[in-house]
């Protein structure tokens, strides 16, 4: 959670309205996934499930590890999804296009100054100042990450036979 300079908490409403819609889909993943593996099915879902859950309670108290367990939530499922179902368009666009879409709020300007600033060293008092804060916020390694998942996404509906000779 971000704070004043008084040490008040702010709220900023970026990261709450993407942390309430976090627990939803999350809360809806785990239930999912609970009636699946209660019929004999896979832990996945429940697993991704719970990843959502803990993703939106962080981001919705500013916490850029939310933005990181997103990520990685994506990635695996991207890898399980390429893993299961090979370079198949058709199968792999509903199973990978809404959890892009929705980490694709995580790149917005309003969520990622809500996340709070980078973090900056603490210096001990009696040695000089060697760096200094950063003035703008660099692109950050979930955006990255993102935007790598996309292109991959891209790539698969699309086809690698049109991309590659």
Same mark, same amino acid.
Do not use: H, N
């Given at each position: 959670? %971000?704070?004043?300079?008084?040490? *008040?908490?702010?709220?900023?409403? +970026?990261?709450?309205?993407?942390? #309430? @819609?976090? /627990? &939803? $889909?999350?809360?809806? %993943?785990?239930?999912?996934?609970? *009636?699946?593996?209660?019929?004999? +099915?896979?832990?996945?879902?429940? #697993? @991704?499930? /719970? &990843? $959502?859950?803990?993703?939106?309670?962080?981001?919705?108290?500013?916490?850029?590890?939310?933005?990181?367990?997103?990520?990685?939530?994506?990635?695996?499922?991207?890898?399980?999804?390429?893993?299961?179902?090979?370079?198949?368009?058709?199968?792999?666009?509903?199973?990978?296009?809404?959890?892009?879409?929705?980490?694709?709020?995580?790149?917005?300007?309003?969520?990622?100054?809500?996340?709070?600033?980078?973090?900056?060293?603490?210096?001990?008092?009696?040695?000089?100042?060697?760096?200094?804060?950063?003035?703008?916020?660099?692109?950050?390694?979930?955006?990255?990450?993102?935007?790598?998942?996309?292109?991959?996404?891209?790539?698969?509906?699309?086809?690698?036979?049109?991309?590659?000779?």
């Amino acid at each position: 959670m %971000l704070r004043d300079a008084s040490g *008040r908490p702010t709220w900023t409403k +970026g990261p709450c309205v993407l942390g #309430a @819609v976090l /627990l &939803l $889909v999350g809360v809806d %993943l785990m239930a999912g996934g609970a *009636r699946l593996l209660d019929s004999g +099915g896979s832990l996945f879902y429940a #697993a @991704v499930g /719970l &990843l $959502v859950i803990a993703s939106g309670v962080l981001v919705w108290f500013g916490r850029r590890l939310g933005a990181w367990l997103y990520a990685a939530m994506l990635a695996g499922t991207i890898i399980r999804a390429f893993a299961e179902l090979g370079w198949e368009p058709r199968l792999l666009a509903p199973r990978l296009l809404p959890p892009i879409v929705l980490g694709l709020w995580f790149l917005m300007p309003w969520v990622r100054r809500g996340l709070g600033p980078p973090p900056v060293p603490v210096k001990p008092e009696d040695e000089p100042s060697t760096f200094e804060r950063p003035q703008g916020e660099p692109i950050s390694v979930p955006a990255v990450v993102a935007t790598a998942m996309i292109a991959l996404a891209s790539i698969a509906l699309v086809g690698v036979s049109q991309i590659l000779p």
